[in-house]
Structure formats: C-alpha cells, structure tokens
C-alpha cells in the first residue's frame, strides 16, 4: 500500500503520541511504501520554529521513511480543482490539503492524517482524536 503522510502525521510520530503510534505501525510494515510532499516538508519547518524543535532531526527521519515528491504545476492546477470541490462542504479547506488530495488521486492510494479536514474524505487512515 502507498500512503502520503501529512505533516499532522509526522509530527504525531516525532513526539511519540498515541497517535503517531499509528504512524509508526504503517512504516514497519515493509509491504507499505510512504510519500512526503515538499510542501509538506515547510509545514513541518514551521511547526519546529514555533515549538523551538530540532527541525533537521525530524527531516533525517522523514527522508528515511518516505519519497518526498515534488510539487509540479500539474499538481497545483489539480488542486485547485479538488479545492473548489471539496469547499462546497468543507469551508476552510487549504490549498496544502488540496494538494495531498490531488496527489491522492494521481497515484490512488491512501493519506495518513489527523486534520480534521480530512476526517471524513475516502482513503483516509485518520489519527486524530
């Protein structure tokens, strides 16, 4: 199986929680291969200025666990579409969102996340609370 882990998803493993706990299980199966988008990576860089955490640990283990794709004018035009779809019942819904769903589509396998965003759309291995 093919999953795209989201930066909700990498952050829940690099601390340990209940939730990553999820995460984890996903990547030590060998069977399953793991996706990181770019954009995915500077949601993380984020998250590690605003808590002071070593971002440069969590991208080692990133790279070792996942294919980080790139984001190609494609993607962003498809997303933009799954945006203004998906907007039509969910309101606040990203473009970054919409970019793993566009994604999600193209190589039709199964996103790792705990955005409530994503709670309730199809292929979703949903870890939030």
Request: with cysteine.
């Amino acid at each position: 199986m093919i999953y795209i882990v989201d930066a909700y998803a990498w952050v829940e493993y690099s601390i340990g929680s209940e939730s990553g706990l999820i995460l984890k299980k996903l990547l030590n199966n060998k069977n399953n291969k793991f996706v990181t988008m770019e954009c995915t990576i500077s949601e993380l860089k984020t998250y590690c200025l605003r808590t002071n955490k070593d971002f440069s640990r969590m991208y080692i283990v990133l790279k070792r666990n996942s294919i980080i794709l790139p984001v190609l004018t494609n993607n962003w035009l498809e997303a933009a579409e799954v945006r203004h779809e998906i907007r039509k019942k969910i309101k606040d819904f990203g473009l970054i969102d919409s970019i793993l769903v566009a994604k999600q589509n193209e190589l039709k396998c199964w996103v790792v996340s705990g955005d409530t965003h994503f709670e309730n759309l199809k292929n979703i291995v949903y870890i939030g609370n």
